[in-house]
């Protein structure tokens, strides 16, 4: 095949999260004929999202495992069922809780599934642009929700939300099962030939199973991944509300997620491209350093013009740090278990993101100011530039990722 191949599978990857991410994060647009329709509570309905975050926290370190075991194909495969079947199931359901099971528990498993298997293949290919290819990979997760949202909303004045859901779910399941079939892990790594008798083959024997994830080398990976979400999270949830606070009309306000969204875009791009040059731990330290003082500068924002300006920064900064500690992961562990390390990573890294709205709430609540919300995110992102500088230089060797390999 070559190594051509290799842009294949980040084609196949952005396609397939756009979809499927897309599906997922569309309920708020569901939300409000859900709610008319049913008599259900705009709360009840939320839920389904919250659980949905839970269960795919949870579920993508089951699925990277699984994916170091049988292939990241049949994992996507699997879930892309699983996704179909969970939104055919919520757009006929007529109690809440059969909602929250579909949406949450179905869509929320399925979309855990899309990331560590996709990524942990993708960085398989390349030797070298690795940066680029995962954060194009990337891509697809940031543009989900100026597809799939506005399709939804089209077909929900046309048809229904029942019916527009229902027929989503047919169109994902037609577009995305043979996009599936594309993806196949490297050569490099499904033909990786045994450790030379040489002395060597003790540390590829502690590096198997779940002993990678004792390596001060993941702890420190997954504690800067939980306090970068938990620091943009919170601002993410509620600038929005903050922004109508200072003035802004809701359609203004609103206006700022689709910046973030769009410089994301950007962001992912340059800062791959940056830190295939650089290196990705410059970029990582860099980026969430200056995602510490952009989040800080939000106290001092009163009109929707700088709003959107800060936005731009924000969204060009954390969507392109984003993707970069999978990279970062490959500097330190084998391909053949990367598929549990980004699904370990990325459970902790959605425990993070579920503190950042709750504990905004909590401190608006409490002093009546979203200041203080801004200030302990601020605090928060520094922990984690400082936390992502205890990363040792990666050593290079055959592996790649010799000292990951001694558990703490």
């Not at 499927?20 to 409000?32: D, K, N, R």
């Not at 809780?97 to 293949?121: E, K, N, R």
């Not at 089209?154 to 939300?161: A, C, D, F, S, V």
């Not at 502690?206 to 939980?226: D, E, K, N, Y």
Request: hydrophobic residues 55%; glycine residues 12%.
């Amino acid at each position: 095949m070559g190594n051509r191949y290799g842009w294949v599978i980040v084609a196949a990857g952005a396609v397939i999260t756009c979809i499927a991410m897309g599906t997922m994060f569309a309920l708020p647009v569901y939300l409000q004929p859900i709610a008319e329709e049913t008599g259900w509570t705009r709360a009840g309905i939320s839920g389904a999202m919250t659980v949905g975050f839970i269960v795919m926290g949870i579920a993508g370190f089951g699925w990277g495992t699984l994916s170091d075991r049988i292939g990241a194909r049949p994992v996507v495969l699997i879930a892309v069922v699983l996704l179909g079947a969970g939104l055919v199931l919520a757009s006929q359901a007529r109690d809440l809780l059969v909602f929250q099971f579909a949406y949450g528990g179905l869509v929320g498993a399925s979309g855990g599934a899309f990331f560590a298997p996709i990524i942990s293949t993708t960085l398989g290919w390349f030797d070298k642009n690795r940066s680029l290819a995962v954060s194009l990979v990337s891509v697809g997760g940031g543009i989900a929700p100026m597809t799939l949202s506005p399709l939804a909303g089209y077909l929900i004045e046309q048809i229904g939300w029942r019916a527009s859901m229902f027929w989503i779910a047919l169109g994902a399941i037609v577009v995305l099962l043979p996009v599936a079939m594309l993806i196949r892990s490297a050569p490099a790594v499904a033909e990786a030939p045994p450790p030379a008798a040489s002395g060597q083959a003790a540390p590829a024997k502690h590096s198997s199973g779940f002993a990678v994830l004792r390596t001060p080398q993941f702890i420190v990976l997954a504690v800067t991944f939980f306090l970068c979400c938990g620091a943009h999270s919170g601002p993410i949830f509620h600038t929005v509300s903050y922004a109508m606070i200072c003035g802004a009309s809701l359609t203004a306000a609103t206006g700022i997620y689709a910046i973030e969204g769009v410089a994301g875009l950007f962001g992912r791009v340059l800062f791959g491209t940056l830190a295939d040059r650089i290196g990705v731990r410059k970029v990582i330290v860099a980026g969430l350093a200056l995602q510490a003082v952009g989040i800080y500068a939000y106290i001092y924002m009163s009109e929707i013009s700088q709003f959107y300006l800060l936005a731009s920064v924000l969204g060009l900064v954390y969507g392109g740090v984003m993707p970069l500690y999978s990279v970062l992961a490959r500097e330190y562990f084998p391909p053949r278990l990367l598929g549990t390390v980004l699904g370990a990573a990325t459970m902790t890294s959605s425990i993070g993101m579920a503190f950042g709205p709750l504990g905004g709430g909590w401190l608006y609540d409490t002093f009546g100011s979203y200041h203080w919300l801004y200030i302990a995110s601020a605090v928060v992102g520094l922990a984690a530039a400082a936390m992502a500088l205890a990363f040792p230089p990666a050593k290079r060797g055959e592996d790649q990722q010799p000292t990951a390999l001694q558990p703490a």
